[in-house]
């Protein structure tokens, strides 16, 4: 199927800093895309890029398979909702959510008030933007706020005006640059949803930019993970935690970083470690009297629902590991042996690329 939107091959230098290297990703029809990476490894610059507002050193954009590289961002017809909302203070939500309307399709003179007197022409035109603010005002529960100003709603209302003055356009796709970063927990977790619902029913191609990775594995039918200006992998959220293709993504995605093994310490773990670096999640070693690996607590935090014990093995490297439920915990100094099942075991080869692990 050609993809609603893609970059092929594309490299971006500002003077002597190249922001990303050879950067192909695709954003299929009606796909919920997350570009998802640390602060500075080049997601805004992306972003940019697939709209319009910055032009490639090298390397093409595509929209239904058709070259709009040097396009203006006008002609793109893509929806782009910055961090900062920007929505104009001194209009109403309605005029907000009208705006980008307005000014597509009425001229200046059909736009001052009372034009719709003299022109039915300019009469249908209101009409029919009236009823897309209006469709749109549902579809994100903003009909009772139509008549405030943006200073008079919370963030989060102010987000969702954000998205309705996006989404009104009826995109060919839609972008969005950390769209939650502002939300508060609860907030957050509500827009979440409510951006999925927004996708399931606006059935739009969606790309959200964040550094998130809970933002991006919840949401997301597919995460791309950039690191240093390079996309590292493409991926479902599942395929990108439990076979991560490079020991970079593998260290950057889960909630607690994974614990690497060098390749002959590793051995102690698995016969597979004499060759290969070994990773395993803090969640997945377990405490076992006769496990194969020895190691000394260093120090032990209680976080709830879960404990963190940081251990040094008998060859030096630092590990973690998180245990669940309360029961007889090491303390600080004890002595304690380890183990983990094979299938949670993640090779990686000297150049950082994943190998399977043979149990
Ligand atoms: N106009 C510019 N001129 C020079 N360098 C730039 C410019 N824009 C971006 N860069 C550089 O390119 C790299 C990528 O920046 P970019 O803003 O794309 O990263 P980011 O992942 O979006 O970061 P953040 O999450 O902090 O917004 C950075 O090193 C940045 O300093």
Avoid: W
């Amino acid at each position: 199927m050609t993809a609603a939107l893609a970059l092929d091959g594309v490299t971006k230098r500002f003077g002597d800093t190249t922001a990303i290297t050879d950067v192909s990703l695709a954003l299929g029809q009606g796909e919920f895309v997350a570009l998802l990476g640390a602060s500075g490894c080049g997601k805004s610059t992306t972003l940019r890029i697939l709209a319009g507002l910055d032009r490639p050193s090298e390397g093409q954009v595509l929209m239904q398979g058709r070259c709009v590289t040097r396009d203006s961002a006008a002609a793109r017809n893509i929806a782009l909702m910055f961090q900062s909302y920007a929505l104009y203070p001194h209009l109403s939500v309605y005029q907000n959510i009208a705006m980008p309307l307005r000014l597509r399709h009425l001229s200046v003179a059909g736009r001052l008030p009372g034009a719709a007197r003299f022109s039915g022409a300019v009469r249908r035109t209101r009409e029919d933007i009236d009823a897309q603010v209006r469709r749109v005002a549902a579809m994100l529960r903003l009909e009772p706020l139509l008549a405030r100003k943006p200073g008079q709603l919370s963030g989060g209302q102010q987000q969702r005006v954000a998205l309705a003055r996006a989404l009104v356009r009826k995109p060919a796709a839609f972008l969005l640059d950390e769209p939650l970063s502002n939300l508060d927990t609860q907030l957050r977790a509500d827009t979440r949803d409510e951006l999925r619902a927004l996708h399931r029913d606006t059935g739009h191609a969606f790309l959200i930019v964040t550094h998130d990775q809970s933002d991006a594995l919840s949401m997301a039918d597919r995460v791309a993970v950039m690191i240093a200006g390079r996309i590292e992998q493409i991926a479902t959220p599942q395929q990108l935690f439990h076979t991560p293709a490079t020991r970079a993504v593998a260290e950057f995605i889960g909630h607690h970083r994974m614990n690497i093994l060098p390749q002959g310490p590793a051995a102690a773990l698995h016969p597979a470690g004499k060759g290969l670096d070994l990773g395993v999640r803090p969640e997945d070693l377990r405490l076992q009297a006769d496990g194969p690996l020895q190691a000394v607590v260093r120090s032990r935090a209680f976080h709830g629902e879960e404990t963190i014990l940081s251990l040094q093995d008998d060859r030096g490297t630092a590990l973690r590991m998180v245990l669940r439920g309360g029961s007889a915990l090491p303390l600080p100094g004890d002595s304690v042996r380890l183990t983990a099942p094979p299938e949670a075991l993640h090779g990686f080869d000297a150049c950082g690329l994943r190998q399977q692990v043979l149990s």
